[in-house]
């Protein structure tokens, strides 16, 4: 019985308090969220105004997208709107 009661204060307790710090760092930040281009562009430049992927014509990293470099990006992104 002990057992059930830990199982349903946590069950209880850890949305309660997720939701109390997630509210406190709304107030304190704002938004929780970047921008819709922040996302597309990469938080990597948004935030921190450095690529953490080289994508060059012989990375084996690349995707579709290899190579295209800030300008292929913002092309891409115009293209999708």
Known sequence: MV???GIGFTALY???ASFVILMALKLAFGSLRVSDEEEFDGLDVSEHSE???SM???SSMGGSHA????EGAAALASAHR
């Not at 190579?67 to 800030?70: E, I, K, Q, R």
């Open 67 to 70: 190579g295209h470099g800030a």
């Open 3 to 5: 057992q059930l009661k």
């Open 56 to 58: 060059t014509s012989g």
């Open 14 to 16: 850890a949305p309660a």
């Open 51 to 53: 690529s953490a992927y």
